[in-house]
């Protein structure tokens, strides 16, 4: 088992165990109630605690993209991975294993995938990203060519390869999480009050 | 070691993506507005209902108002057990919500009276006090789920009267204990 192979197990392990934990903690929280959590108003404040802390994680990619010439804004990425984790355990908490309606099922499965994507990127992309220019760097200091090198890289190549697609996914899906969140949040008021 | 730049088709591709996912969230939500909207199945006794707006007033959630477009005091009047229609009469009147007791989207088999206020006396009170409502000797708080108060008036005074002493407050609940044959 490769390092990197290695690393993504751990971190499907940790996120399975972090969502049923969640998910666990509701039901604990919706025992002996009539509605579940996410119906009662701590549920409900649940959730926009979970919302509030998801939209730091737009911080960085903002002052990413607002000011190119500045360095690399390395204290807003550490807030980025922290709320882009706690904030979405938060609206699992908030949602529990009620699911019924079709707009938060899929706010739902839109955040799942943003995160999920974000958490392989970071943790499992970056090792192998970094893995495979290592490799390659002491092949070329063995004196190994550009080309010979690029042949016994090819496994290390193709499984980071594979790990980039979170790119493709990451901040596109970013998009269509923040229209369903908007569309859920309006039809909670809308149906539920103000 | 950097990662490289997104594909310039990404945002297009998105953005159509989500117009069409808005078209079709939009196309269902009139057709087939509880599978989208909804947190759970309509009970059986309001299977019937076609449109969201029946019950809930837009932004301010189910009101008492869409409930009693139904449910009036006339409906309970004819439809109800005494007891019943004089409590509703009072909550309809004092214009107290019917959330406190009630609720829905729990599943068609689900019960809607979820507070329900039992009836520790059970019929026997009301034959022994000739009243018809719990309301007659209680006070109910706003939410009506809180233990009611014990009024101090004629149908209460009449009753610890009658009971010569074995009338009291903590003893009165259960009525069929000492009063085994209803008598």
């Known amino acids: ?194 | 070691m950097r990662f490289l730049p997104l594909p310039r088709t990404a945002v297009p591709v998105v953005a159509v993506a989500t117009g069409v996912l808005l078209a079709w969230l939009g196309w269902g939500s009139i057709r087939h507005p509880e599978a989208l909207w909804a947190p759970g199945d309509l009970s059986r006794y309001h299977a019937d209902v076609a449109r969201c707006v029946h019950c809930h007033e837009p932004f301010q959630g189910p009101s008492p108002a869409k409930c009693l477009a139904c449910h009036s005091e006339k409906r309970f009047a004819v439809r109800s057990k005494p007891a019943v229609r004089d409590f509703h009469r009072e909550v309809i009147a004092q214009q107290k919500t019917c959330l406190a007791c009630h609720t829905e989207h729990r599943g068609a088999l689900a019960q809607i009276t979820t507070n329900a206020m039992f009836n520790p006396h059970g019929e026997f009170i009301f034959r022994a006090t000739g009243t018809s409502s719990c309301s007659a000797c209680h006070e109910f708080g706003a939410d009506v789920v809180a233990r009611p108060t014990l009024l101090d008036n004629d149908f209460v005074r009449h009753l610890f009267d009658e009971g010569e002493g074995a009338h009291h407050r903590g003893r009165m609940a259960n009525c069929v204990q000492c009063h085994v044959s209803g008598q």
């Open chain 1, 1 to 194: 088992m490769t390092l990197v192979v290695r690393r993504f197990l751990i971190v499907a392990g940790l996120v399975l165990i972090a969502v049923v934990g969640a998910v666990l903690f509701e039901a604990f929280l919706s025992m002996e109630r009539v509605l579940p959590f996410g119906h009662t108003r701590q549920g409900h404040v649940t959730g926009w605690v979970g919302l509030s802390v998801i939209l730091f994680v737009f911080v960085y990619p903002i002052r990413k993209r607002v000011d190119r010439n500045r360095t690399w804004p390395r204290g807003w990425f550490q807030v980025h991975m922290v709320a882009g984790v706690v904030g979405p355990l938060l609206i699992v908490l908030h949602a529990g294993a009620h699911l019924h309606a079709l707009v938060p099922i899929l706010a739902m499965v839109a955040m799942g995938i943003v995160a999920l994507s974000g958490i392989i990127g970071q943790a499992v992309h970056y090792l192998a990203l970094r893995t495979l220019n290592e490799e390659r760097r002491q092949f070329l200091q063995q004196g190994v060519s550009q080309d010979e090198a690029e042949a016994r890289l090819h496994d290390v190549a193709s499984r980071e390869e594979a790990f980039r697609v979170w790119q493709l996914i990451h901040a596109p899906m970013t998009l269509m999480f923040m229209v369903l969140v908007v569309l859920h949040v309006i039809g909670a008021l809308y149906f539920g009050g103000l």
